[in-house]
């Protein structure tokens, strides 16, 4: 059983900063691609960031490149979002997700919510103007 706990989640000005994190239960955590989605009231889950088993591909979605970075430590069994230059639009309920299956098979990881198979159970982060 793989269980995820998301943490960090606030009430921020726009323009501020937030680090996500996210500790995962798993005995073979260093094997799980890592991603980021979020859900805004009325709108659909997004892909926010991924990262694979050894950090060499990270990849992020549009609306959050430049301002986002995903990163993990396998010792620790955490993976962090930090996220800079907050806007409004980035308010939603932030889940820490994890995908057990494609293991080491690729570099990229996957950007669908399908893909993975454990989720935490969600931190608010709200942007006020």
């Known amino acids: 059983q793989v269980q995820l706990v998301e943490s960090g989640g606030g009430l921020v000005q726009a323009g501020d900063s937030l680090r996500l994190s996210c500790a995962v239960s798993?005995?073979?955590?260093?094997?799980?691609?890592m991603g980021w989605f979020r859900q805004a009231p009325g709108k659909e889950r997004e892909f926010v960031a991924a990262?694979?088993?050894?950090?060499?591909?990270?990849i992020r979605g549009d609306s959050v490149k430049g301002r986002f970075t995903i990163s993990r430590d396998n010792a620790k069994n955490t993976v962090d979002l930090q996220m800079n230059s907050l806007k409004p639009e980035d308010t939603a309920v932030y889940y820490c997700a994890a995908d057990t299956n494609s293991g080491r098979y690729y570099e990229t990881p996957r950007i669908h919510s399908y893909d993975y198979d454990y989720w935490g159970q969600g931190t608010q982060v709200t942007v006020s103007s």
């Open positions: 990262i694979n088993w050894n950090s060499v591909r990270a």
């Open positions: 798993g005995r073979t955590f260093s094997s799980y691609v």
